[in-house]
């Protein structure tokens, strides 16, 4: 694996290629073993990596990271809210019938599923914009929400192109979305002559408090790891501009590095290969060379 950085960037560390080697809701952390890693933490933050995706959404990667010998902390920086469109969806879903329903991260499967039930569960074509999309929907069992199409590479640069056309279809797809989510997909599909119905079905925001004792050992850490622009735009504010410009931003892909590029950091890397396994390849090689310096 090679991490790369975005073209405009400097960064201290450079491409990477070491090989992964095995095969409440008002954001306060309160609960006492976030104060043991806490205070294990502070014997080695040097080497510390700040885990921020939503609360119960690190787990995995903290897994990972530990079986590697890598200190993590897990610190969400976003949370979950229904969108403005949220309530429309059983209703959309009901009324009118799609060539395909596309669904680019986990967040916005989970959402669906519920609006799909709530429409009485119509029959469905789902396009997945990658496998950690792909298995909330398939965690189901229900054969209706099994992905029928992911893009050889998970993200909506590529998706938008490759979705394919139904043959006597509609040529309409509903697109359920993070407020947040950029216009990428649509516009990739509207080029090609799609109808695309987008509802903004959920929406991302900052955490607000954070335990003070918890922020300063992340403040003091070498390592981000970053899953969304939304994230790293909560972190650089909950950390300020300077300390984030010195730490390195190791991010699940492309999109996030050119959020962080945008914001003026530095230190960037991410895999050319989307993935969890390649987000944590990105994180331990970050960790290794900093632990280095």
Known sequence: MRASSPAAATPKIGPATTFFGRSRRDGRWT?????????????????????TREKGKNDKVKQMLDELGVQS?????????????????????????????????????????????????????????????????????EPALRPQFTPS???????????????????????PSSAKASTVLQEGLERRGFDVVRLNTYNTVTVKEIEAETLEIA??????????????????????????EEMTIACIGSTSARAAEKLGL????FPEHPGLEKFVETIYEASVVVGQE
């Open 153 to 175: 590479v998970a993200n909506a640069e590529h998706m938008g192109p490759e979705l394919p056309l139904i043959e006597g279809g509609t040529n309409r797809v509903l697109y």
């Open 219 to 244: 403040r003091r850490a070498r390592v981000v790891a970053i899953a969304s622009p939304s994230a790293l735009k909560a972190w650089v504010s909950h950390v300020g501009q300077d300390r984030a």
């Open 31 to 51: 609960d006492a073993r976030q104060h043991q890693r806490v205070a294990a933490a502070s014997t080695s933050d040097r080497a510390l990596v700040v885990l």
């Open 266 to 269: 530095p230190n960037v890397l």
């Open 73 to 141: 902390i897990e610190v969400p920086m976003v949370e979950t809210t229904p969108g403005p469109d949220a309530a429309r969806l059983p209703e959309v879903l009901r009324a009118a019938s799609f060539d395909w329903i596309t669904v680019t991260s986990p967040e916005a499967a989970s959402v669906f599923i519920d609006g799909w039930k709530a429409a009485g569960k119509p029959d469905v074509r789902i396009g997945v914009v990658g496998k950690g999309t792909g298995k909330v929907l398939e965690a189901t069992r």
